[in-house]
C-alpha cells in the first residue's frame, strides 16, 4: 500500500512539475511584451511603449482586445523611435492582433483612441514577436509531463478499484 501511495504522490509531482513548465512557457512567450489598459473616449487615449532593439527583434508584434467592442469606434496606430506613424488600423473586432518590421532601435509606441464620446474599456500590447521554437519546445515538453502524470495516476485509479473489487 506504501508503494501505491509513492507513486501517486510521483505522478502528483510530475503534474506540478508540468504546471512550472507552463509557467515558464508564458513568461518566455510574454517576456519583453508591454501591456497597458484603460478607458479611451474622443478625448482620452491609452498609450503602451516599448523598447526595441532591431539587431535583436527585425519583427514586433502588437495586440488590442476591446471589451465594449463598437464597430469603427476605436483605432490604432504604432509610431517609430521618429514618431513617425508606421500602422494605422480602425479595429473590426473586439480582438486585432498584428506584426510590424523593426527598422530602427528605440521606443515604440502602440496608441489607442475612440471615436466615441463614451468611454470605451480597452487593453494593448506590444513588444517583440515570440521565439516559435522555445515556445513550441517548452509547450510541447509541458504537455508531455501533464499527460503522464494524468495518465500515471488514472492508471492508478483503476488498478485501485479492481483491486477493491477484488477484494470483496
Same mark, same amino acid.
Given at each position: 500500500?506504501?508503494?501505491?501511495?509513492?507513486?501517486?504522490?510521483? *505522478?502528483?509531482?510530475?503534474?506540478?512539475?508540468?504546471? +512550472? $513548465?507552463? /509557467?515558464?512557457?508564458?513568461?518566455?512567450?510574454?517576456?519583453?511584451?508591454?501591456?497597458?489598459?484603460?478607458?479611451?473616449?474622443?478625448?482620452?487615449? /491609452?498609450?503602451?511603449?516599448?523598447?526595441? @532593439?532591431?539587431?535583436?527583434?527585425?519583427?514586433?508584434? *502588437?495586440?488590442?482586445?476591446?471589451?465594449? *467592442?463598437?464597430?469603427?469606434?476605436?483605432? +490604432?496606430?504604432? =509610431?517609430?523611435?521618429?514618431?513617425?506613424?508606421?500602422?494605422? &488600423?480602425?479595429?473590426?473586432?473586439?480582438? &486585432?492582433?498584428?506584426?510590424?518590421? /523593426?527598422?530602427? #532601435?528605440?521606443?515604440?509606441? =502602440?496608441?489607442?483612441?475612440? #471615436?466615441?464620446? @463614451?468611454?470605451?474599456?480597452?487593453?494593448?500590447?506590444?513588444?517583440?514577436?515570440?521565439?516559435?521554437?522555445?515556445?513550441?519546445?517548452?509547450?510541447?515538453?509541458?504537455? +508531455?509531463?501533464?499527460?503522464?502524470?494524468?495518465?500515471?495516476?488514472?492508471?492508478?485509479?483503476?488498478?485501485?478499484?479492481?483491486?477493491?473489487?477484488?477484494? $470483496?
Amino acid at each position: 500500500m506504501q508503494k501505491i501511495g509513492l507513486i501517486t504522490v510521483i *505522478f502528483g509531482l510530475l503534474i506540478v512539475a508540468g504546471l +512550472a $513548465v507552463s /509557467v515558464v512557457e508564458n513568461q518566455t512567450t510574454l517576456g519583453g511584451i508591454s501591456q497597458g489598459n484603460g478607458k479611451v473616449n474622443s478625448k482620452e487615449t /491609452v498609450t503602451v511603449s516599448v523598447d526595441l @532593439d532591431k539587431e535583436n527583434t527585425p519583427v514586433g508584434i *502588437f495586440a488590442v482586445q476591446i471589451m465594449e *467592442f463598437r464597430e469603427d469606434t476605436i483605432s +490604432a496606430k504604432i =509610431l517609430d523611435p521618429s514618431n513617425i506613424e508606421i500602422i494605422s &488600423h480602425i479595429i473590426n473586432d473586439e480582438t &486585432h492582433e498584428e506584426e510590424f518590421d /523593426v527598422f530602427e #532601435s528605440g521606443t515604440y509606441q =502602440l496608441i489607442i483612441e475612440s #471615436s466615441d464620446d @463614451d468611454e470605451i474599456y480597452v487593453a494593448g500590447a506590444i513588444g517583440p514577436l515570440p521565439d516559435a521554437v522555445k515556445k513550441s519546445i517548452l509547450s510541447t515538453i509541458s504537455l +508531455a509531463i501533464l499527460v503522464i502524470g494524468m495518465a500515471g495516476l488514472a492508471v492508478i485509479g483503476i488498478s485501485g478499484i479492481k483491486n477493491k473489487r477484488k477484494s $470483496v
